[in-house]
C-alpha cells in the first residue's frame, strides 16, 4: 500500500485480539516516530514500550477511552497488547512538546498499520499514575499514549452532516463522521 492509500485506511480501533505483538514491530513504530520532524531538529520525545502483561492492566487504567461513545473501553479480553508512550525531555526543551508529539504518533500508527496492528491516540492520561507506575522521571512530560493491538472491530469514514460525534451501529461498526473536503479546502486564500 503506498503512503496516501496507508492514511486512507488509518482508523481509530479501540477493540484488540489478545494476540501478542511482536517486539521488532513496536521497535520499528519507535525508530518511524524517531525519524518524524522536530521542531529545530532538537528531538526532544523519548518512548516507553509496554508490553508486559503485568504492566499492561495498570497502563489500561490510566486512560479514557472514547468520550462519545457509551462504555467506550475495551472490554475485558479485547484491551491493548501494547503501547507506547510519547514523553517530551524537559531538559532538552521545557514545554511544547505539542507538534513534535503529533507528527512522532502519525507515524507510529501508520507504521503499526503496516504491520497489521490498530492503533489508538489517546490524550486523555491520568499522568500522575502513569508516571508512578512506570517510573517516569519528572523530568518528562507524558505527551501522548498510543494503544496497540490486532484490530477487532471495524472503523468506517463517512460524511458528516454537521456532527462530528463518533457512533457504533447495531453490528459494532465505528462511524467516523468527517467534514467534506470541500468544506475545508481554500486555494489561495480564504
Not at 36 to 59: F, H, M, T
Not at 113 to 127: M, P, T
Not at 170 to 183: A, I, T, Y
Amino acid at each position: 500500500m503506498d503512503v496516501y492509500e496507508a492514511v486512507l485506511k488509518r482508523r481509530t480501533i479501540r477493540i484488540y485480539k489478545q494476540k501478542p505483538i511482536d517486539y521488532d514491530i513496536l521497535e520499528k513504530c519507535v525508530n518511524a516516530a524517531r525519524l518524524a520532524p522536530s521542531g529545530a531538529n532538537l528531538q526532544p520525545l523519548e518512548y516507553v514500550i509496554a508490553d508486559d502483561e503485568k504492566i499492561l492492566p495498570g497502563v489500561f487504567e490510566t486512560l479514557r477511552w472514547a468520550g462519545y461513545l457509551k462504555n467506550g473501553a475495551p472490554p475485558e479480553g479485547k484491551r491493548p497488547k501494547a503501547y507506547i508512550i510519547i514523553l517530551g525531555n524537559r531538559e532538552i526543551k521545557k514545554s511544547g512538546f505539542e507538534y513534535d508529539a503529533g507528527l512522532a504518533a502519525g507515524s507510529i500508527c501508520l507504521t503499526a498499520l503496516e504491520h497489521g496492528l490498530g492503533s489508538c491516540i489517546i490524550g486523555a492520561v491520568e499522568r500522575k499514575k502513569l508516571r508512578k507506575l512506570l517510573g517516569i522521571p519528572e523530568s518528562r512530560e507524558i505527551c501522548l499514549v498510543i494503544a496497540l493491538g490486532y484490530p477487532d472491530e471495524k472503523s468506517v469514514v463517512e460524511e458528516s452532516k454537521g456532527d462530528i460525534k463518533y457512533w457504533k451501529d447495531k453490528n459494532g461498526v465505528l462511524h467516523v463522521p468527517k467534514r467534506m473536503l470541500k468544506d475545508i479546502l481554500h486555494r489561495n486564500g480564504f
